[in-house]
């Protein structure tokens, strides 16, 4: 059973995240499920939801106050990041300690806050939490609370109801290695724009 919130009811979300319960919210590509990215059962869980085999890695969204906690940050990357913080961007970045575990291949991906509700939340937010697709992996991604009661009937956490989402390409995923900007994956944003960047 899905329950929902009202899209302003940040401080909501932020109390049911430090009780290790998922989440979704609307974000600039489709909706998302967080959980507290520092805390194992709530991670266990998200992976139990979304059938991962625990080998793929989460993306994050970081709170806007003292980001660098938990990751190291390039003058590069800091760039990019602050010029495209209002667009769908996923960037490979170095953890630090705190974030360790969530770390693939040496990196998190960072993602940007590209919808009203997640840059209200990252601006309240003490600590970092997950920003992966709200889907079972394998499956798309849902646009709309309706979509996400469906996808998961038989299970039960909260929703903030952001309306029905237009359907866009899924966020760049990047990272600056050796002096170059290498891209994963391309949406919106390509290679061109984070070297103008």
Sequence with gaps: MLD????HHHSRVIFLLKKSDIVAFPTGTSYGLGVNALDKVALDKLTNLKGRDGEKAYSILLPTKNPETFVNLSAEEKKVLEKFKDKPLTLLVKPKAPLDHLAKDGHVGVRTADHPF???LADLLEFPITATSANRTGENPAY???????????????????GTLPTLKASTVAKFENGKWEVLREGEIRKKDLEAA
């Design 4 to 7: 929902t919130l009202p899209i």
């Design 118 to 120: 997640t840059k209200g």
């Design 144 to 162: 709309s609370t309706e979509e996400l009661a469906k996808m998961f009937e038989k299970e039960t956490f909260m929703a903030v109801d952001g």
